[in-house]
C-alpha cells in the first residue's frame, strides 16, 4: 500500500513540475509581449510626437531594441545603395561611435554584407573569429564586443517618410 501511495505521491510531484513549468514559460512569453507592445507603443508616440524628423523616431527604436536584447549597445545601420551609415547609436563606446558614424561598404564577407545580400540573422559567439576583426578592421575592433547578434529589417523609406515593408 505505501508503494501505491509513494507512486501517486510522486507522479504528483512530476505533473507539479510540469505544470509549473509550463506556467513559467507561459509567463515569459506574456512578459515579452508585453515588453514589446510598451515598446511599439513608445515608438509609436515618439512618431507622433516628431512628424516629419525620423531621428528621434530611429534613437526611440535603437533604445528599446538595446534593452530587449540586453546588449551592451546598439547600432541602427541605414543602407543608402550599397554603402552603409549609422542612423542612430545607442550606448556605444566614443571611440566606436566616431567610427561607425562614417558611411562605409561592407565587405562581402563581413557580416554587414552578408546581411545585405539576404542573411536573416548573424550570430557570433566569438567576434575574434570573423575576418573583419583577424583583418584588424576598425569598426570591428575598437568595438569591444567579444560576440555579436544582428537581425536585418528590410524597410524602406520614401521621400514622404512612409515606411513599408518589401
Not at 55 to 72: I, K, W
Not at 114 to 143: I, K, N, Q
Amino acid at each position: 500500500m505505501t508503494a501505491t501511495v509513494d507512486n501517486a505521491v510522486a507522479d504528483l510531484q512530476r505533473a507539479n513540475a510540469e505544470l509549473q513549468r509550463q506556467l513559467d514559460k507561459r509567463t515569459d512569453e506574456r512578459d515579452e509581449a508585453l515588453d514589446q507592445q510598451i515598446a511599439t507603443a513608445e515608438v509609436l508616440a515618439v512618431i507622433n510626437a516628431s512628424p516629419g524628423d525620423l531621428a528621434p523616431v530611429f534613437d526611440a527604436m535603437l533604445g528599446r531594441a538595446t534593452q530587449l536584447c540586453e546588449a551592451a549597445f546598439g547600432i541602427l545601420w541605414l543602407c543608402d545603395d550599397e554603402r552603409l551609415h549609422a542612423a542612430a547609436l545607442h550606448g556605444a563606446p566614443e571611440a566606436y561611435a566616431q567610427i561607425a558614424r562614417v558611411p562605409f561598404e561592407p565587405r562581402p564577407g563581413n557580416p554587414l554584407g552578408r546581411m545585405l545580400r539576404g542573411e536573416r540573422l548573424f550570430v557570433s559567439a566569438d567576434v575574434s573569429d570573423e575576418e573583419p576583426y583577424r583583418a584588424g578592421a576598425p569598426r570591428v575592433v575598437l568595438s569591444s564586443m567579444s560576440a555579436a547578434r544582428a537581425a536585418p529589417s528590410r524597410w524602406r523609406l520614401s521621400r514622404t517618410t512612409n515606411c513599408s515593408v518589401p
